[in-house]
């Protein structure tokens, strides 16, 4: 079921492209760029669900900072299981649904995993991948693509990657390369989570974010490090997509907010 | 201080715990078993290479002679089919692209682990012996000349001169007289001089397809499967296509040789049998699962595995079913024959090493490594 509705549309998807850039159009690094174009055709597609887990997030956000809200909080300091009443109280008289922004990231799952499995399975570089990889081919496409051309600019993709920059043969930790793709990811793993997670007033909460705006980015860059480069580089191009998404997203509440204060503004009798 | 709501972070923390699972089916899916057992024998032991260890198995007894290495060693695993020399060497190759020479007697360190290049780089298919000539391929898509006595290196020959070659070098070339025969997974198959390593077909016929086993040299004719589902035969002096068998999927074992015919399998679960002289199929049986492994011919019998745990015999002129066994695990790799003994090897599954009678299909002894082994 999982390989039939997610993973075989998905890495035959990924072959596709590959076939076109590569066998059909020449271009040199054809994998790297079928990565990047997969990629982003994916966040397109999941574009309305993204949009609609910031806007819940937002305004989950902005309500922590309304006085109704406030007011529930320090009213009921002592009593958590009288606070969760009054809040989902409060929600249900300003038709918010505290849930609406988990159902686009659970909708979003299978998506991210069927990405990622596609990109790990197209990297076979072993007997027993490369068989388990035959089985999720459609019989449509040419097996004269196999094995894939794993070259991208200086990475072989299906190896962890590694810049050889000459002089560094006796640093310590960086003879073996300097490796650019696992920095890129741990940064932009970090403004992308310093971006989509709302600041924290304090609590459990912050705790829970600074956690997170921490560990994720390490951990990503660990992965990004010691794994096939194939998969840092959809790291790398899924959270810079992550963070101009963010971006627009935000500049565009912005704009919003300014006019709706001007109309505001306009509304209000003068003198 | 505010309490934030704990919904508000739902969301993040959900992406947060997709990104831990994603992380861990990475590193599961890259660290888990990468190929399958090799197997090898100098007709007293039988040699497994599989995972981390190389195991000597009596052959009478099924009883484990030594090990090697005695205790894990990090990086290094051995799926590779081990080579034997007349004069009393086993060399093993690693997926860490190191060659080791063995005293196949006690396990014991001749010379090694060489490295050949990168450590990232993988031995995958089995080293060859001929005369004083080690023949070790690598994933980095060359082939390594040395001396079998020491290690040395004699030449090497780069499959592409636009390194790393695509997909590299998987199977263990062929020697016939001075020539070596070497297939590759960039479609290509090469034909080197034994002496110097340099190519003596100047254009290496693109055989359409990746090729992930080793050539078979018989009757004037070069014989190799290809993921284009292809059998294709080759004459052996010029490299001319004399004719070409379509099969339903890839054909990625090696085909056995008997009584005029070609047998081999593929990964739709059909066995072939075509005639050597024209390519025209004799008879086909459908097996019920993926064929990868090279089948065996002997005396008049053809025996396959399959990858859903069935060992099979057959009459080799037609087809018909002698005797079939079923192990609870995946047969990946290539059976071997040792005296009237058939060696099944096992993936992910126990237990590791099975005899076989050919005759009735009698279970002679099993093999497991013990806990710890």
């Known amino acids: ?271 | 201080m505010i309490a934030k709501d704990p919904v508000s972070i739902l969301p993040t923390s959900l992406l947060f715990a997709a990104a831990l699972l994603l992380a861990g089916c990475a590193g599961a899916a890259v660290r888990g078993a990468t190929s399958w057992p090799g197997l090898a024998s100098d007709g007293d032991l039988a040699f497994v290479a599989y995972n981390q260890a190389v195991y000597a198995v009596d052959l009478e007894s099924g009883a484990l002679r030594w090990k090697y290495p005695a205790a894990p060693e990090r990086g290094r695993v051995f799926y590779a089919p081990p080579a034997v020399s007349s004069e009393g060497s086993l060399i093993v190759g690693d997926f860490f692209n190191q060659i080791t020479a063995l005293d196949p007697a006690n396990g014991s360190v001749k010379w090694g682990p060489l490295q050949l290049s990168k450590p990232t780089q993988r031995i995958i298919g089995g080293p060859t012996i001929e005369g004083e000539v080690l023949l070790v391929v690598s994933s980095d898509g060359r082939l390594y000349a040395r001396d079998v006595s020491t290690g040395e290196g004699l030449w090497e020959f780069p499959a592409a001169s636009n390194e790393p070659l695509v997909g590299g070098l998987w199977s263990g070339p062929v020697v016939s007289g001075n020539r070596i025969f070497l297939s590759a997974l960039d479609h290509n198959l090469y034909v080197l001089d034994l002496d110097t390593g340099d190519l003596i077909w100047n254009e290496p016929p693109n055989l359409g397809g990746a090729i992930a086993d080793s050539p078979v040299l018989s009757d004037g004719l070069i014989l190799v499967g290809t993921f284009s589902n292809q059998l294709r035969a080759m004459a052996a002096d010029g490299g001319s296509i004399q004719w070409s068998f379509e099969a339903h999927n890839w054909v990625w074992g090696s085909p056995a040789v008997g009584d005029g015919l070609a047998y081999f399998g593929d990964l739709s679960g059909t066995l072939h049998a075509v005639a050597l002289d024209n390519g025209a199929e004799t008879w086909s049986a459908a097996v019920g699962s993926s064929i990868s492994a090279s089948p065996v011919f002997f005396e008049g019998q053809v025996f396959t595995v399959t990858q859903n745990g069935v060992v099979s015999a057959r009459e080799a002129s037609t087809g018909s079913e002698l005797w079939q066994r079923t192990l609870e695990a995946q047969l990946l790799s290539d059976p071997l024959l040792a005296g009237d003994t058939l060696l099944v090897a096992t993936t992910a599954g126990t237990p590791l090493l099975t005899a076989f009678l050919v005759e009735s299909g009698a279970t002679r002894w099993s093999f497991t490594p013990a806990q710890g082994q």
């Open chain 1, 1 to 271: 079921m999982w390989d039939t509705l997610i993973l075989n549309p998905m890495v035959n998807a990924l072959l596709f492209i590959y076939n076109l850039l590569g066998p059909q159009l020449g271009l040199a690094g054809a994998f790297g760029f079928a990565i990047i174009l997969f990629t982003i055709l994916i966040r397109l597609i999941t574009l309305p669900l993204t949009v609609k887990q910031q806007q819940s997030t937002q305004r989950m956000q902005e309500l922590q900072q309304d006085k109704r809200f406030l007011k529930l909080q320090e009213k009921n300091k002592g009593n958590k299981q009288k606070l969760q009443e009054e809040q989902m109280k409060l929600y249900r008289e300003l038709g918010i649904n505290p849930f609406s922004g988990c159902l686009p990231t659970v909708i979003q799952f299978p998506i991210i995993f069927g990405l990622y499995g596609a990109v790990i399975r197209a990297l076979a570089h072993a007997p027993v991948q490369l068989l388990e990889f035959s089985k999720h081919i459609y019989s449509s496409i040419p097996s004269t693509l196999i094995p894939l051309d794993s070259r991208f600019l200086w990475m072989d993709l299906g190896q962890p990657e590694r810049l050889q920059v000459g002089g560094l043969s006796g640093v310590p930790f960086l003879a073996q390369g300097i490796p650019v793709l696992a920095i890129i990811v741990v940064i932009t793993t970090y403004l992308q989570t310093k971006l989509t997670t709302p600041p924290s007033p304090g609590g459990q909460g912050a705790q829970m974010t600074q956690v997170m705006n921490v560990y994720m980015p390490l951990f990503l860059g660990y992965f990004a490090y010691s794994l096939a480069s194939g998969l840092a580089l959809y790291f790398m191009v899924s959270n810079l997509l992550g963070i101009a998404q963010a971006i627009v997203l935000k500049r565009m509440r912005a704009n919003r907010t300014v006019g709706a204060k001007v109309v505001k503004e306009r509304a209000l009798p003068k003198g």
